[in-house]
């Protein structure tokens, strides 16, 4: 249930509000836009029933929220999510790009990576320190220490870090050095993880996992907001169809879905999706026409030695021309790209 309060609503009234709701258990959720004030109520809505609710002082309309997800319901906010990324964030008129290794293998690699990507537009650094492998003999990341060389690097380059967290144990260590934990498709409905990082406010991106369905995504971002943590980004990248001409079938049309079913910023993984370097550009303009908020993609010095995801990552020319490609799609989206400084490289 959502109760949407007069223009001018006062603290009080408001505050008056949330108390008489909380008083029958449920919790509150204010939003607050430039244009409208909203408070979600979450919880046992028989509970409101006997309440003359539209008698409350300040309290304009009141709608159910039909859908089983609520904070990430877009009902619920005022105006869209925006998330921290550092300094900057995501979810406003800047597309942001998030770019780097599949798994960080080193420091040079990483920092030439970082420096590269950073001068070609990216506002994001990406490397996997724990890393998600099919076969339990693959190369599974280099742990602390890869999270040690991501942390020295965001200070050598000015990029956040965004990396993946794989278990509940290590949450609080990877946050230490993370500035966005990533939450991979495999553990999208690891439950006790969504839980873990919903207790801290650190940004997590929510990669769609490969047989979830836009409403469990959905359901799976609510389990982290549901702790208090409201810094949620979904991403798109690809899901396990009969099609085998591609890694996964990149979901194009999941992205405007979710644009209008949630306040919460959306990015599309070109790389893992298409898995071949040929398709990480058409996957990208396609997402960002669709209404992507960001992009996130595999980019290695050297691709063919990649420890993993070498066919999908670009090398750093293909990753400025990914850039440059993507500018008129972006402007036509009525978007932004952060400059490029490559002509200095
Ligand atoms: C990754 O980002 O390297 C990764 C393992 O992604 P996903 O969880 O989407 O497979
Ligand atoms: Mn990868």
């Known amino acids: 249930m959502i109760i949407v309060t007069r223009k001018g609503v006062t603290q009080d009234e408001l505050d008056h509000i949330r108390e008489r709701v909380e008083a029958l258990g449920l919790r509150t959720h204010l939003s607050q836009g430039e244009h409208r004030t909203v408070i979600g109520c979450v919880g046992d809505e028989e509970r409101l029933q006997g309440v003359a609710l539209h008698s409350i002082p300040g309290v304009e309309a009141v709608h159910a929220v039909l859908k089983p997800y609520k904070l990430a319901s877009k009902e619920f ?13 995501v979810g406003g008129a800047q597309v942001a790009v998030v770019a780097g290794p599949c798994s960080v293998e ?3 690699m990483l920092l030439s990576t970082a420096r590269r990507v950073r001068a070609a537009g990216a506002t994001g650094l ?9 076969s339990p003999y693959a190369f599974r990341g280099l742990g602390e220490e ?3 060389m991501l942390a020295r690097v965001r200070t050598e380059s000015g990029l956040p870090v965004v990396t993946e967290v794989m278990d509940t144990r290590q949450v609080e260590m990877v946050a230490s050095y993370a500035d966005v934990l990533q939450i991979g498709a495999r553990n999208m409905q690891n439950f006790s993880l969504l839980t873990e990082v919903g207790r801290l406010r650190r940004p997590v991106l929510l ?18 907001m549901a702790q208090g943590n409201p810094n949620v980004i979904l991403c798109e990248r690809g899901i396990r169809t009969f099609e085998t001409a591609t890694r996964n079938t990149f979901d194009v049309a999941a992205i405007p879905v979710l644009k209008a079913e949630t306040h919460l910023p959306v990015f599309a993984d070109p790389s893992h999706a298409g898995g071949r370097r040929a398709l990480v550009a058409p996957l990208s303009y396609a997402a960002v026409a669709a ?10 010095p050297d691709p063919e030695h990649a420890t993993s995801d070498g066919d999908q990552s670009l090398d750093f020319q293909e990753f ?3 850039m440059a490609g993507l500018r008129p799609f972006v402007e036509a989206a009525g978007r932004t790209l952060a400059p490029s400084t490559a002509a200095a490289v």
């Open 106 to 108: 080193g420091w040079d």
């Open 207 to 224: 990669k769609r996992g490969m047989a979830a369905t836009v409403n469990d995504l959905l359901l799976a971002a609510e389990y982290v």
């Open 146 to 148: 890869g999270l040690e």
């Open 77 to 89: 906010a005022a105006e869209p999510t925006r998330v921290p990324l550092g300094e900057g964030e």
């Open 291 to 300: 209404g992507a908020d960001g992009l996130i993609v595999e980019v290695h």
């Open 320 to 322: 400025d021309n990914l």
């Open 126 to 134: 990406r490397g996997g320190a724990f890393k998600p492998r099919t």
